[in-house]
């Protein structure tokens, strides 16, 4: 019998949270889920050891190296069997009722294509938890954000709530979305953006095709940080100002060039920033950025319309105090 659940959690075994993530998740989604742990080259931390979290999972999809975030999702996505998709960070440790109450919301409302609960910062802060993001958003200068990020959760009896977007960190898909925007190889993540973004533009393409996104705040999951990132790069600064410009070029067509100023002077203010502080490697890395947008922007630019009305990304655009 297939699983409902089937929960991917790609993983450079750098990780210590590597083990607990993939025992939460048991926990969460007992028989009715399918665990693909899908391991990049060879385990570094002996917490992390692929051999031992291999026991937990259903399945270890290896790649011989670090193929990024959106090809080692969908990788394992192409191989899963579930009628909910979850993908699931390395460093995230879902609650018992996560897996539950995320699928109820689901399964009562079909034009939804994706869902999240509330993602807690792992330490907890003296005036109580924060959240590390309760959704994807946009901002008036045009960077993704998470919401909510560094500010006290919402209650956990608040009703779910239409946000722009899901975060990869920890979020369930519907099968037939994923489907309806990448076909039935469900390769939904574009992998040329490798990782940051990528789960920003599978936002834009399940909106553009009609579906939403919800918060569940009942739903409650703790962010350690990504380590894996300090791997990348630049700690892979570069690839989100760079990957920012390209998600735009695709979103808004031929209405990403009047915006392209603001999205420079938010970039420059950020880059003075850096270079008055000498933080040289966060500069460099907005300069990298810039390059790798424009060698791939061709690729994303178009000229058509806005895939998602402009009146209806305004509106879910959110204030933010940078």
């Not at 026991?55 to 394992?76: C, M, S, V, W």
């Not at 069997?81 to 009722?97: K, M, S």
């Not at 990957?243 to 999205?263: D, E, K, Q």
Request: proline residues 6%; aromatic residues 8%; glycine residues 8%.
């Amino acid at each position: 019998m297939s699983p409902r659940i089937t929960a991917i959690v790609p993983s450079l075994g750098l990780s210590r949270w590597l083990v607990p993530c993939l025992e939460a998740l048991r926990r969460a989604g007992g028989e009715e889920i399918e665990i693909l742990l899908v391991a990049q080259g060879a385990a570094v931390h002996p917490e992390a050891c692929f051999a031992t979290a291999a026991e937990i999972a259903d399945r270890t999809l290896k790649l011989p190296a670090n193929a990024g975030f959106a090809a080692a999702n969908n990788h394992a996505l192409s191989q899963a069997r579930g009628e909910f998709l979850a993908t699931v960070n390395d460093d995230a440790l879902v609650d018992d009722d996560w897996c539950r109450l995320l699928v109820e919301v689901l399964e009562r409302s079909p034009k939804t294509a994706a869902v999240q609960g509330v993602n807690l910062m792992l330490e907890p802060a003296k005036e109580g938890p924060l959240a590390d993001g309760c959704g994807l958003s946009w901002n008036r200068y045009w960077q993704a954000i998470q919401i909510g990020h560094g500010e006290p959760a919402p209650e956990a009896t608040a009703a779910p709530v239409e946000i722009f977007g899901v975060s990869a960190t920890a979020a369930i898909y519907r099968r037939e979305a994923l489907a309806a925007v990448s076909g039935p190889d469900l390769g939904a993540f574009d992998a040329e953006l490798f990782a940051f973004y990528e789960d920003v533009d599978l936002a834009c393409r399940l909106r553009a095709a009609g579906y939403r996104a919800l918060l569940v705040p009942a739903a409650r999951a703790q962010h350690a940080g990504s380590v894996s990132a300090r791997q990348l790069a630049f700690g892979g600064r570069q690839l989100i100002y760079g990957n920012r410009y390209l998600v735009l070029a695709r979103l808004l067509g031929r209405a990403f060039w009047p915006r392209l100023p603001l999205v420079w002077l938010r970039d420059g203010v950020d880059l003075g920033h850096a270079l008055r502080r000498g933080r040289l490697r966060q500069g460099t890395a907005i300069a990298a950025g810039w390059w790798r947008a424009l060698r791939r922007l061709r690729r994303f630019a178009h000229g058509g319309p806005p895939a998602v009305p402009l009146a209806e990304l305004l509106r879910t655009q959110r204030a933010t105090r940078r």
